[in-house]
């Protein structure tokens, strides 16, 4: 036994904090940044030992003239980009308006996904039709990019009469079979293992469908991540199994679930599962990297984790101010910038933009939303106007309506 | 018709269910090769190959999450849980997802899965193989619960688990895998073989989920039991010499109310029975019922025999086991409070 006396000395416990806190000027010019077209890209059936070194960089195509470089690059054409860009707008644009909705109390609440949009609006463009996401509520991208109706999109916010949920979910948490999109939960990663089910049961089937599990950096700590991965793992499931690092779990910086690990994609390699670490303000990027991800799921050659490096430049919800915990200036100095401006900037550098046409869709793309959204009022809102029936209240907790809830249904006169 | 334990007769609907549907898949830990510690899927992946049943890692969340995923695919998924004291770390998949997914989603996606999980004491399990949770279910709302006591129902009941269009907890009273265990725990029980119910048609037959069964006919006392205690509630009746009536429950969620109001009404008098813990137990919720429903039939109060709100002990597991004993002297209690 040692009598060193530094091992007598009491145990201090570690509770990781982030750099910057409100009152601090927020600085990154030393936080490590790969130059865009820098990190290789392996082919999607070459074998994942070779390439643990992209679960630790990120990987990048824009550069900071708005050029598409390196390997990644090219896989977007013209016509895609202009998309992305329109597409990334109009989220933004309704986001802007539901949260103006949620505070003039038309809506009990919100969750926009300022700065995270190049996301899931380029991932979606990687699937096809009949591929399912399981999503967090941070991705109305997919249904957005993915041409799902705003209005319907605005009636279940407002859980008005035509709300296709009928008013029993929480605003925002969407769901649509048509669209790929598995219905949201609220209960954080329980949708990860989902995914992983539904890619086995696509496998099991001989069918040709893959799957893709979203999940955020502070749920990865849940059990149900480390489930998923173990799954996927074990089954080979065709699966994209996303991690939208947006650096704040609503109060909680990225590090309390990180702990001493290198990165949330790393987590992949104890499992044996390939990893890329990407920007995700960068559309290329983003496109590329799901593209190839979705394809190695599609070969059969395994599931995949993405790590999408980005900054919630929003409260987590209508529920915080984010003024409480990190400093204001925060997100204007992220270093990897606006998505939407560094597409935009893209495109005007290629002769397909301008600052004119930017302005000029940004007011149409207002206007769209402004009347999607009385289309939907004229249907009510959350405390006005037409309401999903109570008797409905009844309805769908079983196929078929059990005799004591139609009893209960009955007490309630409805 | 064959004889069957009452490990035969559940391995027997999967078999059925798998056959007649490809959509129907089993998995769980040590169900694949192996068969599942208690046998229930022996020969399954041999018969069906890996695709359909196989082994799962040692994760009940992934095991009822997976088969959520598979279940919104389209698949019919049937999991064994090792024992019902492992599902907790499932509760949240059950309870926020599988029970939640066709009311939240409007009907866009369903849950159709049967979670399957050996339940209850009397193995000399200790706290951690001997529970009975059936209480943690029937509390939430969009599952349904079903009990077997026998061969033939546990077979019937779990082809309509399967094809059920709902989350189906099945839970399998581990005590009667073998024979119909009446409490006695010191006399040897008898086989299922020589037993009426441990004849069970080979092929495909459903018992419908939500309908109760009158296992014996009485006049004087009704005994509303399920699993189990059906057959410790048959020493009781037998031993006392009072004429009870027992229902045998089968189904807990969605429950046959009709069934109990017209014994109750005939009888007069109501003994409930379950192994699990008293407080907050199913068998309060059947009290209350029974007093809703019957209270100006009612001779006596409603009496409950339950496990006692203790952790299940190892040594002391007969003393905690609602045996016979306890059981008759609930029906001399109800039958002498005039």
Known sequence: MTTDPAHTS??????????????????????????????????VDEDPEQFRELAYTIIRVLNRKGEAVGPWAGLVDDEMALTGLKDMMKVRAFDARMLMAQRQGKTSFYMQCLGE???ACAFEKALRPGDMNFPTYRQQGLLISGGYPIVDMMNQIYSNERDPLNGRQLPIMYSSKEHGFFSISGNLGTQYPQAVGWAMASAISGDTKVAAGWIGDGSTAESDFHAALVFASTYKAPVVLNIVNNQWAISTFQGIAKGGSGTFAARGHGFGIPALRVDGNDYLAVYAVAKWAVERARRNLGP?????????????????????????????????????????????????WSEDRHTQYKAEVEAEILAAQKEAEEHGTLHAGGKPSVRDMFEGVYKEMPPHLRRQRQRAGV | MARMTMIESIR????????????????GEDVGYFGG??????????????NRCFDAPINESGIVGAAIGMAAYGLRPCVEIQFADYVYPAY????????????????????????RMPTGGGIFGGQTHSQSPEALFTHVSGLKVVVPSNPRDAKGLLIAAIEDDDPVIFLEPKRLYNGPFDGHHDKPVTPWSKHELGEVDEGHFTVPLGKAVTRREGSQVTILAYGTMVHVAEAAVAETGIDGEIVDL???????????????????????????????????????LVQEHCFYSLEAPVQRVAGWDTPYPHAQEWDYFPGPRRVAEALTTVMEDV
């Open chain 2, 37 to 50: 510690v208690f046998r229930c899927t022996q020969g399954l992946q041999q018969t069906f190959g890996k």
């Open chain 2, 12 to 27: 027997s609907a999967m078999h059925v269910a798998m056959d007649r549907d490809e959509k129907v898949v089993v998995f």
């Open chain 1, 10 to 43: 009491p145990l201090s416990l570690t509770v990781p904090e982030p750099e910057f806190r409100p009152g601090d000027k927020p600085d990154y010019s030393t936080t490590p940044i790969p130059r865009a077209g820098t990190v290789r890209r392996p082919e």
């Open chain 1, 117 to 119: 949009e190049a996301i």
């Open chain 2, 92 to 115: 949240d998949q059950i309870v926020s997802e599988a029970a939640r997914l066709r009311y939240r989603s409007n009907g866009d996606f369903t849950a159709p899965i049967t979670i």
């Open chain 1, 304 to 352: 995949t984790v993405v790590e999408y490096v980005t900054y919630r430049v929003g409260g987590h919800s209508t529920s915080d101010d984010p003024a409480a915990y990190r400093p204001k200036e925060e997100s204007d100095v992220w270093p990897l910038g606006d998505p939407i401006e560094r597409l935009k900037n893209y495109l005007v550098g290629r002769g397909l």
């Open chain 2, 250 to 288: 089968r189904t807990l969620l969605p429950l046959d109310l009709d069934a109990i109001v017209a014994s109750v009404r005939k009888t007069g008098r109501c003994v409930v029975v379950h192994e699990a813990t008293l407080t907050s137990g199913y068998g309060a919720e059947l009290a209350a």
